[in-house]
């Protein structure tokens, strides 16, 4: 029989002391060639910023390899930790160093976009949300995501990061107006 | 150099977790909850290669004391001396090795050591509250720390959170991370802790609650709890892809 699994508890308000890493916001070293911010804004039901949320971000790398055992392909090397974690700012605002993934193998032979897989911890989240990025760039491979098209076509639109100077932007609305899509994995 | 693109088996999927396991977002009596917790519901997507890998994050991560939250600074920590341990096993038993397993709490006195936490209890300049360790062979963690203790909030009138440790687990995919929080047996806070009773079976509650483990304890020097902490698990076979999405 299968065991009782452990319940999701919220990080609370508390949680820098123990999940903030000095280079928890660089998936790749400071100077890496081609690396972008991911940088936006968490918000709550009534737009405003919440300074106590966490995110940790999850990804191929340009080659659309990931860093563990059951990528069959074999491991992306290099100093690319596919990781990153950053917490948000009195503004609300987080920023992650990364490099822009590949298109990734999808179910069935598909091809998945390139895309980062997105997790939200906050005081006030019971649980964390799920989420991705997408590229606006990248409009055709959108297009054919298995993953965007199980999202309803109203709120494809929250999961696809704009360019900005140094990278993209996504921000991340909890609640209410411009909900986030999140996912049941 | 093989084609990133190529096609690849397809995996198989970690499990959904049971309804009742984990607390609902939107739990109105803690009352951070309301303006947090998503309205739309969550969209049941496919797992792909994305979500079956996972970060695994080693021993570069770890220094040499941070599984002793006594012995991080010059002196040793008020509070009575405790050692919190157990394993690390996904939802069939099986044991997940060599897994980062992060601990964040309050001293003694029910401080953190945190900015944001200035209720009129006294930090104790020898413990910060933050250990890590990595799970061995058996799965098993084991820290050495101090008893957390309860502390106000102000989610109600005299609100007070039940004593508690925090704890982030990896596992070894996407689906297995999980956020948590460990309580001690014989707690009288529970019944006006709305963390606590987000979680709405009595039996997912009780998987939250240490045990007392009087053989680990160590005579004249500690006292021990013992905790394990299970993960979802992971099905044999391929998702079926006729799945209902």
Same mark, same amino acid.
């Given at each position: 029989m299968a065991l009782q699994l452990t319940p999701s508890q919220t990080v609370g308000p508390?949680?820098?002391?123990? #999940?903030?890493?000095? +280079?928890?916001? =660089?998936?790749?070293?400071?100077?890496?060639? &081609?690396?972008?911010?991911?940088?936006?804004?968490?918000?709550?039901?009534? !737009?405003?910023?919440? /300074?106590?949320?966490?995110?940790?971000?999850?990804?191929?790398?340009?080659?659309?390899?990931?860093?563990?055992?059951?990528? /069959?392909?074999?491991?992306? !090397?290099? $100093?690319?930790?596919?990781? @990153?974690?950053? &917490?948000?700012?009195?503004?609300?605002? =987080?920023?992650?160093?990364?490099?822009?993934?590949? /298109?990734?193998? &999808?179910?069935?032979g598909a091809t998945q976009a390139p895309h980062i897989a997105v997790s939200v911890f906050a005081r006030g989240l019971l649980n964390r949300v799920v989420t991705r990025v997408y590229f606006a760039d990248e409009a055709d491979a959108n297009a054919s995501d298995p993953v965007l098209a199980a999202v309803p076509e109203e709120k494809r639109g929250t999961l696809i990061a704009e360019r900005t100077d140094d990278g993209y932007r996504f921000d991340v609305r909890l609640q209410g107006e411009g909900e986030t899509a999140f996912f049941d994995i | 150099m093989t084609d990133p693109t190529q096609a690849i088996p397809d995996l198989a999927p970690y499990r959904?977790?049971?309804?009742?396991?984990?607390?609902?977002?939107?739990?109105? +009596? =803690?009352?951070?909850?309301?303006?947090?917790?998503?309205? $739309?519901? %969550?969209?049941?997507?496919?797992?792909? #290669?994305?979500?079956?890998?996972? /970060? %695994? %994050? @080693?021993? !570069?991560? #770890?220094?040499? %004391?941070?599984? $002793?939250?006594?012995?991080?600074h010059q002196g040793e920590p008020l509070g009575e001396r405790i050692i919190v341990h157990g394993r690390v096993l996904d939802g069939d038993g099986r044991p997940i090795r060599n897994t980062l397993v992060e601990v964040w709490q309050a001293n003694a006195a029910g401080r953190y050591q945190h900015e944001g936490d200035q209720h009129p209890a006294p930090l104790d300049p020898n413990f910060t509250g933050v250990g890590r360790c990595l799970t061995d062979d058996e799965g098993r963690y084991r820290f050495i720390t101090v008893k957390p203790g309860a502390y106000p909030w102000r989610n109600h009138p005299n609100a007070w959170r039940a004593a508690h440790i925090h704890f982030s687990l990896f596992g070894r995919a996407f689906p297995q991370r999980l956020v948590t929080q460990m309580y001690f047996p014989g707690e009288y806070l529970f019944f006006q802790d709305p963390i606590y009773n987000a979680v709405r079976e009595e039996r997912a509650r009780q998987a939250m609650i240490s045990r007392f483990d009087l053989d680990e304890t160590v005579p004249e020097w500690a006292l021990a709890f013992n905790w394990d902490i299970v993960l979802t698990g992971r099905d044999a076979t391929p998702q079926d892809e006729d799945e209902d999405h």
């Open positions: 508390f949680f820098a002391i123990g #999940l903030t890493w000095e +280079d928890g916001p =660089y998936v790749v070293p400071e100077g890496t060639e &081609g690396a972008i911010w991911i940088r936006g804004q968490v918000t709550d039901g009534e !737009g405003e910023p919440v /300074p106590d949320a966490v995110i940790e971000t999850w990804q191929a790398d340009p080659d659309g390899r990931f860093d563990h055992p059951d990528d /069959p392909r074999g491991p992306a !090397g290099g $100093d690319f930790r596919g990781f @990153g974690r950053a &917490g948000t700012d009195a503004e609300g605002r =987080y920023g992650i160093l990364t490099l822009k993934p590949g /298109p990734v193998p &999808g179910p069935g | 959904r977790a049971p309804e009742g396991t984990h607390p609902p977002l939107l739990s109105p +009596d =803690y009352a951070s909850t309301v303006l947090r917790a998503p309205k $739309d519901p %969550l969209i049941h997507v496919p797992q792909t #290669l994305t979500e079956i890998t996972g /970060p %695994l %994050l @080693g021993e !570069g991560r #770890l220094g040499e %004391l941070d599984h $002793d939250l006594t012995r991080q």
